[in-house]
């Protein structure tokens, strides 16, 4: 079949731009035809290969799942912590899993798209890097708090904006804190990476402080031995510290000072409320039994214009007393 360019001019007929239409069309579709042939070709001898890579590429994502549950309970049976665990199976997941696609690309003699795939994901990457500043900064505190553990699950803890509870849950994002009221706060991580953190379980001990008031006619020295006495018997005391009493100040109607004592405070024992409150109690049934005064507020009400007048006085000034039920007073009727 001639193109349209060796026809001669001479031949044409008032048909021919038909004929040209005709003749391009039918070009345009042996052309198609060629390639889809060329196309089906190249497919059919790509066929093995193909197999072959998805074969390995799935068999690939097995090993990475088994590797992967292997892992993580090799690792927690010597005693790894549980997050670093789960961070580090994952990581083996991850490489395993970039191994066969790679090894696939392989079999199918892509190595170059390989290289592109890992130059766009670079671009790629840094664009990201750009886009999600927060959610990077949050992924690598995630792996510092991972490794050098700060903190871990189960300690009680609290942040600088005032959350406080026990972690639940720490993964490369958010750490998680039920607060003692029961609902779960999300704190980013790169919050307790920068910031001031209070971590009140790593010690194992916390220091209980009761604040205390008694009457300026008690003995001191009596009610420091009471007291003392009283708190020694609330529960998870550690024996080997010294319950210490401070004197504060004389307050307006009591002489205040705080009693101290060290409790365990660890992830497993918490009892840091229970012994409060036993200790209040015991504070207050000492002292009722060995007659120490708590004092309440008193408060003395002034009369008249200037103030500085007591009742009695401002009812002797204006005449009135006891009522003898005639508008006078019972030393006006006498």
Excluded: C
């Amino acid at each position: 079949m001639t193109g349209l360019g060796n026809v001669d001019r001479k031949t044409l007929t008032p048909f021919t731009p038909i004929l040209m239409e005709e003749l391009e069309s039918t070009e345009l579709l042996n052309t198609l035809v060629e390639e889809l042939e060329s196309w089906l070709t190249a497919f059919v001898r790509l066929l093995p290969n193909l197999i072959i890579a998805v074969l390995v590429f799935f068999a690939f994502i097995y090993v990475a799942r088994t590797v992967e549950r292997f892992t993580k309970k090799q690792l927690i049976r010597v005693h790894l912590d549980e997050t670093i665990s789960g961070f580090l199976s994952r990581l083996i997941f991850l490489v395993v899993f970039i191994l066969g696609f790679v090894m696939a690309l392989s079999i199918l003699k892509l190595t170059g798209t390989v290289a592109s795939i890992l130059a766009g994901l670079g671009i790629i990457g840094l664009a990201l890097g750009f886009a999600f500043q927060d959610t990077a900064a949050n992924f690598i505190s995630g792996i510092y708090i991972t490794f050098q553990q700060p903190y871990a699950i189960g300690d009680v803890i609290q942040t600088t904006n005032g959350v406080m509870g026990n972690v639940v849950d720490i993964d490369l994002r958010v750490t998680k804190v039920k607060t003692f009221d029961g609902p779960v706060v999300h704190v980013p991580n790169r919050y307790l990476f920068q910031e001031d953190l209070i971590n009140f379980t790593e010690d194992g001990k916390r220091r209980l402080r009761i604040d205390v008031g008694v009457s300026y006619g008690d003995d001191l020295e009596k009610v420091e031995e009471v007291a003392k006495k009283a708190v020694g018997e609330v529960p998870g005391r550690i024996e080997g510290e010294d319950i210490t009493v401070f004197w504060k100040e004389f307050g307006d109607s009591s002489i205040d000072f705080s009693v101290n004592v060290w409790l365990q405070y660890s992830r497993e024992n918490k009892a840091f409320v229970s012994a409060k409150n036993a200790a209040i109690k015991n504070i207050k049934k000492a002292f009722d039994e060995n007659d120490i005064t708590i004092p309440f507020p008193i408060r003395t009400m002034d009369f008249g214009i200037k103030g500085g007048v007591r009742l009695h006085q401002e009812v002797s000034e204006t005449g009135w007393s006891k009522s003898n039920g005639k508008g006078k007073t019972e030393s006006e009727g006498n």
